[in-house]
């Protein structure tokens, strides 16, 4: 089958999706007729990547396929087009999720003891509906409390492919000692610096050792209402992952 029209159907299918699409969907979009196979639609992956080098898109490859994006470097011009308000991420919530990235399966009341305060309810409620965190288990103590742990969706919402992706603790511990400003995907200047204000503290309490296997799910749902309160005053975090060319951005609303 000619090389162009693979490559020109494959990056019209990315562009058309408004989601990311893996190696199998990419190929059955070729009848059996057209003896099309992986092989060249990943030789059309890598030929596209490589002619969006130099231009204001890139083709990225997350946990669910793959999909063509907007480069953060033109993301804050581009980002004045899209109207709705960017999600609004608070320290608290931040630090709640660095946990369940770097320490998972991890319980809320292990959580709560490496953080020192209770956790909202609202904010697991916020990761669970945002499909960023899901229940992967129970922990085999008394109250068989939840074990939380990441999803695909929040690979793909940080443009990661896989967990190992991640930056180590190492790696943030030095963008806080060289005061490197930490970018989320398609974040402007401003989130840019609120991001490196939160990064360190979010390192710090994934570095802190995990509690006790006993440890048990705190009972008290509402026992954290104060002990957030110190958080509305530090800076939230406006971010805006890298919107798909087909949909101009992603809307999602927090």
């Known amino acids: 089958m000619n090389e162009q029209y693979v490559r020109n159907v494959v990056e019209a299918a990315l562009l058309a999706a408004g989601r990311a699409l893996n190696l199998d969907e990419l190929t059955a979009l070729f009848g059996a ?15 596209l990547e490589a002619e969006y080098q130099d231009r204001g898109l890139e083709l990225k490859e ?16 581009v980002s004045k087009l899209w109207q709705e308000r960017p999600a609004k991420y608070s320290r608290a919530l931040l630090e709640t999720l660095a ?10 009341g292990e959580i709560e ?16 509906e945002r499909s960023w965190i899901r229940v992967v288990g129970h922990r085999d103590v008394p109250g068989k409390p939840e074990l939380l742990g990441t999803t ?20 943030l511990k030095e963008m806080e000692e060289l005061r490197i400003q930490l970018a989320l995907p398609g974040a ?20 802190t050792p ?19 309160d ?25």
């Open 33 to 47: 007729s057209e003896s099309s196979n992986a092989g060249e639609v990943r030789a059309a992956l890598n030929a």
């Open 99 to 108: 946990l369940v990235a770097y320490r998972q399966p991890i319980t809320r």
């Open 230 to 254: 110190d958080d509305q005053d530090k800076p939230a975090i406006e971010a805006r992952p890298q919107g798909m060319v087909a949909l101009g951005a992603d809307r999602e609303s927090s």
């Open 152 to 171: 695909a969706d929040f690979l793909d919402y940080f443009g990661l492919k896989k967990l190992d992706d991640l930056p180590t603790l190492v790696q």
């Open 188 to 207: 402007d200047s401003a989130v840019v610096e609120a991001a490196a204000e939160a990064a360190p503290a979010s390192a710090a309490a994934a570095a």
């Open 113 to 128: 003891q490496i953080r020192g305060v209770a956790v909202n309810p609202s904010i697991i409620k916020t990761l669970l």
């Open 210 to 228: 995990a509690a006790a296997d006993a440890a048990e799910e705190s009972p008290d749902a509402d026992a954290d209402a104060s002990g957030d």
């Open 62 to 77: 997350v946990a669910s396929g793959f999909r063509i994006q907007i480069r953060s470097n033109v993301a804050e011009p």
